[in-house]
């Protein structure tokens, strides 16, 4: 009887162990980057437009005010989620996003990029672009998807993957004296460079 007891411990044991690399090698297999081909992949500058009117709305309890109508076609370099932040009740993810040269698999492997604490950080031991390209085409960006389908879209989306997002920069306000603004220009960088977008619409592709 000892004997089959040990038996049956060590085989729950291998279980949960296999149990445990599966799940690992699932995760790391959905969420491994995309692999794109060199070339600039998406070409066309960021679209910004004067909202149609200065409209406010309520979200999560919070007043968004629309700055500018605002689209864009990028390349995924980086997601971060965000669950306790102040932040993570309207934007559940960040995508740093690549368009121009920022979106070439050439330029691309000289980087070194993460995101945290809702900024992108690069770096390159050898510049293969200026600085100034760099920050004029690529951001990080804060993403406040209007309904669930979006927010399923970006949540799941992958590095190396392109994205379309069509949707407004605006101003979150909350009652508390939370604050977050969009910026409106591509070429500023460091604390309050980021994009606060309102996603209307979001679609993701791997090419």
């Known amino acids: 009887m000892d004997e089959w007891l040990e038996w049956a411990r060590e085989r729950r044991l291998t279980l949960a162990l296999v149990a445990v690399v599966g799940f690992a090698g699932f995760m790391y297999w959905n969420d491994r980057p995309v692999a794109q081909r060199p070339g600039i992949l998406a070409p066309e500058e960021p679209l910004q437009t004067e909202p149609a009117t200065r409209e406010s709305w309520t979200h999560h309890g919070h007043q968004l005010t629309s700055l500018a109508q605002f689209q864009l076609r990028a ?3 980086g997601t971060e989620r965000y669950r306790f932040d102040r932040g993570a009740e309207l934007s559940p993810v960040d995508l740093a996003l690549g368009w121009g040269p920022m979106s070439d698999t050439r330029i691309l492997d000289a980087f070194t990029i993460r995101q945290q604490d809702r900024f992108y950080y690069w770096n390159a031991a050898s510049m293969p ?3 100034d390209e760099v920050i004029s085409h690529s951001a990080n960006m804060h993403l406040i998807p209007a309904t669930d389908a979006v927010a399923k ?3 799941g989306a992958k590095v190396g993957q392109l ?3 069509r949707g407004q920069l605006i101003r979150v306000e ?3 004296g939370f604050r977050w603004v ?3 220009t591509r070429t500023d960088s460091g604390d309050g ?3 606060v977008i309102w996603v209307e619409e979001a679609r993701v592709a791997d090419r």
């Open 182 to 184: 969009s910026s409106l």
């Open 153 to 155: 879209r970006l949540l």
């Open 75 to 77: 390349r995924v370099l």
């Open 174 to 176: 909350g009652k508390d």
């Open 129 to 131: 672009i200026p600085a």
């Open 193 to 195: 460079a980021c994009e």
């Open 163 to 165: 994205v379309e997002l």
